[in-house]
């Protein structure tokens, strides 16, 4: 009898122990599953939603977009080719080691490593060393002065050097470790992430003992299940779906405009691509007011240059090439037989295909032959990135942020000549970038800036769309604050029972 009393007394222990409406299990819908959880591998959404949980970066952005300490307590610029950072201590990785100057250093040197082929290369690539100096000290030195390093320094996740190394690219990436709030779990591909909190995180712990990311392509579907109650946080959502949210009290809907630029690549070095005529007729073709205002209906915006005014770099005076469907009618039956070329138009699930379905129209009432090539984001990825820029899609639709508010981040990756990711070869852009990334002069910055969204405008080498808002669906007692860099903190979100 004294056993049992006891075991009542400690099982009703536990149980008030237990804050009221405290919430085990969070279940966050996303489009697909992670490409990769390893962190220097790829930077779309639905793998950084994921492992930016896993992960401490070297520095953050608190929810004002503030750039604030993480690994590195503090940083000082001691010239203008090397920052010094200072790594915190008392950070431990999830199988139980010390977080040191040595990791953040190895960190670096992985990222900006050719060989290694990240697709954030170009982002880092300034770097050209990270030394250890002392316990504590990591030195940056950079090729030049680099304004946007501290920016950058947001998105670099810091990995255990010894596992990397014992584990290699895959081990690794199948089983990440880090020392961020949350530790790996498993992975059921295809279906779902699971990741569990870290009790003995340095930081702000989550309230969640576990969270779920679990793949839902189809977007309406997202939006049942959230209704439903089987998952608590859903992404990715358009107006219409948001509409369904709304007198419904068991959910909310919760929006942030963000600093994603959507824009419309064009492969500038394919025929018939190559003629300026042309590409001007693409752009006159298509009605960005109403794809704004009549497709998306969520709180975006025009742009004209692929910049926000929440980004450095961005330039008053860019006016948008005015939409003309009937000039650009005249210019692609001037053109003859070269317009008429087949041209793929590459697009994901991750995206909103009712825009790049309304492109292809407005593109084809003019005269051009666009076909949509939808595949997963991983083909996606790789098919925006051949190697050779002849082989990279003629079209293809994107959303583009850098988390980074410093238009070196869009820019260079984007229409650099060296960049994996870019579909222009043009030696006057090249300077202006190299300029823009290498001087501490911010009006020479900005000059140079001007000139390359001057030159995209008038060569119409990239089509910006519009500044993205992001829509996400949540059960009306999960709290959270939405940001322009469209993280996922979990430890972030909080869940209030409702009364």
């Known amino acids: 009898m004294r056993i049992r009393t006891a075991l009542l007394a400690a099982t009703c222990a536990m149980i008030f122990a237990q804050p009221l409406g405290a919430k085990e299990l969070l279940t966050i819908d996303l489009v697909n599953e992670p490409t990769t959880l390893d962190p220097h591998m790829q930077w779309n959404p639905d793998s950084y939603y994921v492992y930016r949980n896993i992960f401490d970066n070297i520095v953050t952005r608190d929810n004002d977009g503030k ?65 250890v100096e002392g316990d504590n000290k990591v030195v940056l030195v950079t090729d030049g002065p680099y304004p946007a390093l501290l920016a950058q320094l947001v998105k670099l996740s810091v990995v255990p050097k010894a596992v990397v190394e014992e584990a290699g690219k895959d081990g690794f990436n199948a089983n990440p470790v880090g020392s961020g709030p949350y530790k790996f779990g498993e992975q059921q591909r295809g ?53 369904q949210l709304e007198n419904d009290p ?15 690549g064009i492969n500038t070095t394919r025929e018939p691509l190559d003629d300026p005529e042309l590409r001007k007729a693409l752009a006159m073709a298509i009605d960005r007011e109403g794809i704004v205002e009549g497709i998306l209906g969520g709180g975006e915006k025009v742009v004209s240059q692929m910049a926000t005014s929440a980004h450095f ?80 899609p003629y079209l293809s639709f994107g959303r583009w942020s850098c988390a980074c508010q410093d238009v070196d981040g869009v820019l260079f990756p984007l229409l650099h000549s060296g960049s994996n990711w870019s579909r222009v070869s043009s030696e006057t852009i090249d300077e202006a970038l190299e300029t823009g990334r290498s001087s501490l002069d911010e009006q ?29 669906g949540g059960a009306a007692e999960l709290e959270w604050e939405p940001t322009a860099n469209e993280s996922l903190f979990l430890n972030r979100m909080s869940w209030k029972e409702q009364e």
Do not use: C
Request: hydrophobic share 40%; aromatic share 8%.
């Open 191 to 243: 279906v779902s992430v699971t990741l569990v909190r870290n009790d003995d995180y340095w930081g702000e712990k989550g309230e969640f003992e576990e969270a779920v990311f679990r793949a839902v392509p189809d977007a309406a579907t997202r939006v049942a299940n959230l209704k439903a109650g089987t998952s608590d946080l859903v992404v990715s959502l358009d107006s219409d779906l948001a509409l």
């Open 67 to 131: 750039i604030v300490p993480q690994v590195a307590e503090s940083w000082e610029q001691i010239s203008d080719t090397e920052l010094a950072l200072t790594i915190r201590e008392g950070i431990k990785f999830h199988d139980g080691s010390d977080l040191t100057a040595e990791d953040v250093a190895f960190s670096v040197k992985r990222i900006i490593d050719p060989e290694f082929a990240s697709p954030q290369l170009g982002q880092f690539n300034k770097i050209t060393d990270a030394r």
């Open 444 to 472: 020479e910055r900005l000059d140079a800036y001007k000139t390359v969204h001057q030159l995209v405008h008038d060569e119409t080498l990239i089509l910006p769309l519009y500044q993205a808002a992001a829509l996400y």
């Open 313 to 392: 770099g961005y330039v008053e005076g860019i006016e948008p090439i005015p939409y003309d469907p009937e000039q650009a009618k005249q210019i692609v039956e001037a053109a003859g037989d070269a317009a008429k070329t087949k041209m793929e138009f590459a697009t994901a699930p991750v995206f909103d295909q009712r825009i790049v379905q309304a492109i292809q129209q407005m593109l084809n009432d003019v005269g051009f032959n666009v076909e949509i090539n939808m595949s997963d984001m991983a083909t996606y990825l790789k098919t925006v990135q051949q190697p050779e820029q002849g082989s990279r």
């Open 250 to 264: 068991q959910v909310q809907l919760l929006t942030a405009l963000t600093e994603r630029v959507g824009f419309m």
